[in-house]
């Protein structure tokens, strides 16, 4: 790349910040739900990793409920939230894994790379891992690129990094 040059990055990733914030909001709503007093619902977090215990498929997906309202008030896209299928626990209790997506893999980057370059647009795009770095000698062009890009229905989130 010249010096010349400018870029950006095309990424699909979460806030793990925003998804702290939203199961501690999620955490504080399950322990004053009246309906569920009493029952052994928990929202476990250890790092990237969240686990929900519940009593009952009933329990569980009023749990489940109250994460994914918790996730989208707090700017998770509802694409990258992905649920794991419930497995028994201990006693009676159900487990169930909470996973986000993210990264575009290589078999989504390569259509994306091709909408661009089928969108008539001066720039170059190529993969870098879970990554797509777009680059062009205009400012202009790369703008165009990102509104282009914003007007895509795409079935994984985007946004846009590393503006140079």
Same mark, same amino acid.
């Given at each position: 790349m010249a010096a010349a040059d400018y870029s950006f990055d095309i990424v699909s990733r979460v806030d793990q910040m925003e998804v702290k914030? #939203?199961?501690g909001q999620a955490d504080k709503e399950l322990s004053n739900r009246y309906d569920l007093k009493g029952s052994k619902c928990e929202i476990l977090m250890e790092k990237e990793d969240i686990t =929900?215990? #519940? %009593? $009952?498929? /009933?329990?569980? %997906? *009023?749990?489940? $409920?109250?994460? /994914?309202?918790? @996730? @989208? &008030?707090?700017?998770? $896209?509802?694409?990258q939230i992905e649920w794991g299928?419930?497995?028994? #626990?201990?006693g009676l209790s159900l487990r169930c894994k909470l996973t986000f997506k993210s990264g575009i893999a290589q078999d989504k980057a390569k259509p994306l790379i091709k909408q661009i &370059? $089928? #969108?008539g647009l001066k720039v170059n795009a190529q993969i870098q891992g879970e990554e797509?770095? =777009?680059?062009?000698?205009?400012?202009? %062009?790369? *703008?165009?690129?990102?509104?282009?890009?914003?007007g895509l229905d795409l079935d994984f989130p985007i946004d846009f990094v590393n503006f140079r």
């Open positions: 914030n #939203a199961m =929900v215990l #519940a %009593d $009952d498929e /009933f329990r569980l %997906d *009023q749990v489940k $409920d109250i994460i /994914f309202s918790k @996730l @989208l &008030k707090r700017g998770i $896209d509802h694409r299928t419930p497995e028994p #626990a201990t &370059k $089928d #969108a797509v770095r =777009v680059s062009s000698k205009s400012k202009d %062009d790369l *703008q165009k690129t990102i509104t282009f890009l914003k």
